[in-house]
């Protein structure tokens, strides 16, 4: 069923749900940041309110409205996101010119050869969009504290006071929550990201990608230009193979063992005898095509050792009739179909991640005979001698002099397989750059916060200092706030980070959702970070002098 969208204006990407559906993990990071964004903003702006405490109970007594002080407030907080959201928009512009220079010099060739890059550049259009959303923000999270600000009584706060409803710490204590649920989330998901792209950059084929150079051909080119290929010096094997390893898995076909009702989908290619050796996939039993049979398309068949667990769990296969269900109609270059329906198996081969090595290894695979004789074969692979100095430009040049027209392209294998890496590499880059940008925000929400609430305590820390209560003691109060605060925001975290993570893993596999070492590195992160933001106010605070601070009334 053909997708249903409709075109925008503002990109050339199509707006169909699955576009759409692409994007949306890359969003919702983005608006995760802007939430810690401003509930970091918002808890400045009430700390910057205590100050102004008797600015308010004067307004107030000489007469002016509480909506008027709202108004005023939130006027204030507009005046500010403008300035933010012009630089905003600056550092955007240099950001996405950036990371498209970035993506340039980082991608593989192969796959860049077919990414089409598109005009990122911000046009007015982005900057309405982002000026809407700075003052939709700047209303949203100033509302709050300017109402909590202008909620005092005249007689408390002209004297610098805060009222009962300036005193309570709940909504400040839920921003530092916040920030920090989101904070540890993003820092899990990055962290699971950057394990996992570590782990699966390591993760072999099964089978030999380096110095192997895959040539895809528009048509078949002549034994004698393969003869003239085999004889060069830097050129160390020749095979020829419909499919291309590791370009998106070969094409599927029904299999049965003769006499057994158990049918399974089996992947299938067309290969020349010397595939197995160029590759280095070892045949664990029985034999490799013979060249008769190859040129010939003999009714053998080489199968994977998980087909012959799966068709012959407890019998030796070698030997034994396979039959496949080749479909009607004739065979084209997509989908080359063997010219036979029942095969008998002579050779077990090693499993091997044909396709996406993400997925791990093929669940089935049959390796039927061809050669450039038998016209099956669009892709010749050849090795190239390691300690030969300019093979790749020699292979080159002989493809451009002999056989310009059939040639559609060549690249190293290992660009393939690189471009498989590459998606997973990038995401976790990104991942890593939120998180450490929400980290940032939340080391400094909580420390403004934390210096808040020391500025609030001020009288009450110097009546516990005049009681007796040690410098240990006072900063052991402070640091113990904000730990308990990260911890609540810590234990959100991971229970979201459950679920996030089994979003990201459907959309990039081979991601291990529950890598415990990384939601430890994530929490642990986001509590040395409530640490360190303490540092200073305790200090601050266990250095209030109580003769200083009784004076006051």
């Not at 005009?119 to 982005?126: A, E, F, K, T, Y």
């Not at 590499?425 to 940032?440: D, M």
Request: proline share 5%; hydrophobic share 50%.
């Amino acid at each position: 069923m053909r997708s249903i969208g409709f075109q925008s204006n503002a990109t050339t990407v199509p707006l169909i749900p699955e576009a759409i559906a692409l994007f949306i993990p890359v969003a919702v990071a983005f608006l995760l940041v802007l939430v810690i964004a401003c509930a970091n903003v918002a808890s400045i702006m009430l700390g910057r309110l205590l100050g102004r405490q008797r600015e308010m109970g004067i307004r107030l007594s000489l007469g002016a409205s509480r909506m008027r002080l709202v108004r005023q407030l939130l006027a204030e907080g507009l005046v500010l996101a403008a300035p933010a959201a012009v630089l905003g928009f600056a550092i955007s512009a240099g950001a996405l010119r950036w990371g498209q220079d970035l993506f340039r010099t980082t991608v593989p060739p192969t796959l860049g050869k077919i990414v089409r890059f598109i005009d990122l550049s911000p046009d007015i259009r982005v900057f309405v969009f982002l000026f809407g959303a700075a003052v939709f923000a700047t209303l949203l999270f100033a509302l709050v504290p300017a109402l909590q600000a202008t909620r005092t009584s005249v007689h408390t706060a002209s004297r610098g006071q805060l009222s009962e409803a300036g005193r309570t710490s709940t909504f400040r204590q839920a921003l530092v929550v916040v920030q920090v649920t989101v904070c540890t989330v993003l820092l899990i998901c990055a962290g699971i990201l950057l394990r996992a792209s570590r782990e699966l950059s390591h993760r072999d084929p099964g089978f030999q990608t380096s110095s192997i150079t895959f040539v895809e051909l528009n048509q078949p080119i002549g034994p004698s230009v393969l003869e003239l290929l085999r004889a060069q010096p830097w050129t160390e094997l020749i095979a020829t193979t419909w499919s291309t390893p590791l370009k998106g898995g070969f094409r599927q076909i029904p299999a049965a063992a003769i006499g057994s009702p158990l049918w399974i989908e089996a992947r299938y290619n067309l290969v020349s005898p010397e595939y197995f050796d160029l590759l280095r996939i070892p045949i664990s039993r029985g034999r490799n095509f013979t060249l008769s049979e190859a040129n010939g398309t003999a009714a053998v068949v080489v199968i994977s050792e998980a087909t012959a667990k799966q068709l012959w769990p407890t019998a030796n296969p070698l030997g034994k009739q396979l039959r496949i269900e080749v479909p009607e109609g004739p065979s084209d270059k997509t989908n080359r179909l063997p010219k036979f329906r029942i095969t008998e198996v002579i050779g077990i081969a090693r499993d091997v991640s044909s396709g996406q090595v993400l997925e791990g290894g093929d669940a089935s695979c049959l390796y039927f005979p061809t050669s450039a004789n038998a016209g099956q074969t669009d892709t010749v692979l050849v090795r190239l001698r390691p300690g030969f100095s300019g093979a790749s430009q020699a292979l080159e040049t002989f493809l451009d002099q002999n056989s310009p027209a059939a040639i559609m392209r060549a690249a190293p294998l290992e660009e393939l397989l690189a471009s498989q890496m590459y998606p997973l590499l990038a995401s976790g880059f990104v991942s890593s750059l939120l998180g450490g940008l929400a980290l940032v925000l939340t080391l400094s929400g909580m420390y403004g916060v934390l210096s808040y609430l020391v500025a609030q305590r001020t009288r009450e820390i110097g009546i516990r200092m005049a009681l007796g209560a040690t410098v240990l003691g006072v900063t052991r109060m402070i640091t113990k706030q904000s730990i308990r605060l990260a911890a609540v925001g810590a234990i959100l975290g991971v229970v979201l980070a459950l679920g996030v993570s089994r979003i990201v893993a459907s959309a990039v596999q081979g991601v291990n959702t529950l890598d415990a070492p990384a939601y430890l590195a994530g929490a642990g992160a986001v509590l040395l970070a409530a640490l360190a933001a303490a540092i200073i106010p305790s200090r601050k605070a266990a250095r209030i002098q109580p003769s200083i601070t009784l004076r006051f009334d």
